[in-house]
């Protein structure tokens, strides 16, 4: 069997392959309430449809004003579990583990989406403050509320309560979103918080919400779903965030119950020179493997089935994300499965068995 399509254990679950579906924000809540529309159904049922073993749906506002966008995802109001539970049922339907990623965009909220220029949404336009752990712009943005303590207190207890909503619309995975330069991953980043009191300064200081969010998501979902992070392994700045500081977290947060961890890089400051390229984060990922004995994922640039499973076969990436593949082709895992030599009929929709997966895609 292909090592790529064996099953994993993370937390107290058993994902059935190691191809999982990144969040991916889709800005498609019309309304600009946070809720769920028909693409949002469509989209990630066809994306669980196509093979893939954990589907994360896209980063979930735990605040209204925590929203990248007012297109966004939110899970601030109990009027929010409902139609989520559509999503994650479509989800475990077939066969997928159903996830979600709960965030707060901080200093980068109140945008516009992204083929529209991300340019300031003002709230005469349905905008809305944008909150930092420190008055610093990221470029091009305005100068963001600098959060006191109460404020602070408050986005922990409601990246809790999003958990725990999380729960009731039958999730059975959550992701805390600390990475890309939003919320949590400013604290972090000294590029981006330059306070002085307990929340600045130090590493401990830095790291203090984001393990306090750590602690009030676990307590919230409990033992029986499991908790992921994803985190910017560096900023890819000197005298930024660096891949040390981010195994010193993640063993803070493997402490304080996470299970999971997903790793990406960069986007708290527009000036970082990233060197993309094929597989570029998965040294990182590796790297903070050996580092915290937590299961991690690689993603970024992974677009054959030849270089995924050769990821997770030489032993330091547990799992693989993918993005801009599966909005390609959702049915990606299938085709991958059948190119490295697997029988998919066990696992992907008997409907679309008629397709000869193995006759069409399978290795020449």
Partial sequence: MAKLFSAIRVG??????????????QYAAEGRRGGVEAWHRVHYGSLAAGGAGLVVVEATAVAANGRITPWDLGLWDDSQIA????????????????AI?????????????????????PPEAGGYRADAPSAVAFTGLPVPHELSWPEMAAVAAAFGAAAARARSAGFQAVEIHAAHGYLLHQFLSPLANRRSDSYGGSLANRSRLPLDVVAAAREAIGDDM????????????DGGWDLDQTAQLAAWARDAGLDHLDVS???????????????YQVPLAAELGRATGLSVNAVGLIDSAAVAEQIVAEGGVDAVMLGRPLLRDPHTPIKWATQ???DPAAWSPPQYAIAGWRRHHGPS
């Avoid at 990623?101 to 980068?108: E, L, T, V």
């Avoid at 499991?226 to 700045?237: C, G």
């Fill in 340 to 342: 490295l030599g697997e």
């Fill in 101 to 121: 990623q709960i965030g707060h965009a901080g200093r980068k909220g109140s945008t516009s989406r992204m083929w529209e220029g991300s340019t300031p949404v």
């Fill in 226 to 237: 499991a908790l992921m992070m994803r985190v910017s392994a560096t900023d890819w700045v």
């Fill in 83 to 98: 139609p989520l539970a559509s999503v994650a049922e479509l989800i475990k339907a077939q066969g997928a583990i159903a």
């Fill in 265 to 279: 890089s960069g986007g708290v400051v527009a000036e970082a020179r990233v060197p993309v390229g094929p597989a």
């Fill in 12 to 25: 107290p679950l058993t994902v059935k392959n190691r191809l999982w579906v990144s969040p991916m924000c």
